[in-house]
């Protein structure tokens, strides 16, 4: 059973070095969805929290108004490191107030959920100069979701809140995160939405320290014709796969007018040419 507990804060507006954001919202710590790939379990380093990532939630409540003139004409990404429409918003309304807060300022508004619930504030999306939804997905097959995000809306209701924000005139995009190596098809999700997305982002799994012998040992049972690879890219660091993975990225959505952007960690990529064994292997496992 989740832990809940309110916490006072001073401020709910953090400064960002994300790619494209000035500043990120974050109006919880933790996140119930309890993805077993999340990154975001670095967080307990700085709340002190015993629990497994997953099995608390803490409510923010700020102790003053939001200031939101720093936030004018600036880039601002709410539910980094927790999804703003968790199952307990619909309680607390904490994503809400800070909306409301936020009305009619001259200011780029990114939401990321995995939540139908963003549907229910579609009321306060009109009234907003430029806000954006953006609903991470990373597959098509509900068991795979059931397994990696076993407490996140289904891809259906995700499909659903996506026709239903387009309905009424709310922009949205997809962010393909993380991408799960020889299991992610990319293709496949922006044929079925692109009706329903004006933009399409894509991450890469990076398997941290808290996931990774999870993630490997899951990969191990269920999809053993992958291990070689995952070991190729987790174990022998070799970034090759996610080089090519990005080639493939790009040509697709310039053949299809597809608007996208690529937040792969290049830092980590090493530019050279792929190698004869991984070329060979990619060949089997029928990436190439």
């Known amino acids: 059973m989740i832990k809940i507990k309110k916490v006072l804060t001073n401020n709910y507006i953090s400064k960002t070095k994300i790619p494209d954001a000035d500043y990120v919202i974050n109006p919880y710590i933790g996140c119930p969805h309890k993805c077993i790939y999340c ?6 380093t700085f709340t002190n929290h015993t629990e497994p990532w997953g099995d608390f939630l803490d409510v ?13 004409g600036k880039r601002v990404v709410i539910g980094t490191v927790t999804d703003a429409y968790n199952k307990y918003e619909e309680k607390y309304r904490i994503t809400r107030k800070i909306l409301e807060s936020l009305l009619y300022i001259n200011s780029e508004i990114s939401i990321l959920t995995k939540s139908n619930l963003v549907t229910r504030d579609i009321d306060l999306f ?5 806000v954006k939804i953006t609903f991470s997905m990373n597959t098509l097959d509900d068991n ?12 259906n209701e995700r499909i659903e809140a996506l026709k239903i924000l387009i309905k ?3 922009k949205t995009s997809i962010f393909l995160s993380p991408m799960f190596p020889g299991i992610t098809d990319f293709k496949a999700i922006i044929r079925t939405l692109k009706k329903y997305s004006q933009s399409f ?4 799994l990076n398997l941290y320290p808290p ?6 040992k899951y990969i191990d049972i269920k999809y053993p014709q992958l291990k070689d690879l995952y070991y190729d890219i987790y174990i022998a660091k ?26 792969f960690y290049h830092s980590k990529i090493k530019k050279k040419s792929i190698s004869k064994k991984h070329t060979q292997k990619s060949m089997q496992l029928g990436f190439y």
């Not at 923010?60 to 004018?72: F, G, M, R, T, Y």
């Not at 070799?238 to 952007?261: D, F, G, P, T």
Request: aromatic share 14%; charged share 30%; hydrophobic share 40%.
């Open 60 to 72: 923010k409540i700020c102790s003053q108004p939001l200031n939101v003139k720093k936030l004018i």
């Open 201 to 204: 982002w894509f991450e890469n």
């Open 168 to 170: 009424n005139g709310i």
């Open 39 to 44: 990154y975001a379990e670095f967080m307990k």
């Open 211 to 216: 996931c990774k012998n999870k993630i490997l």
């Open 238 to 263: 070799n970034m090759s796969y996610w080089e090519w993975l990005e080639r493939e990225i790009v040509r697709y959505c310039q053949e299809h007018a597809i608007k996208h952007s690529i937040f």
């Open 126 to 130: 009109k009234k907003m100069t430029n």
């Open 144 to 155: 795979f979701r059931k397994d990696m995000e076993p407490f996140a809306a289904s891809i």
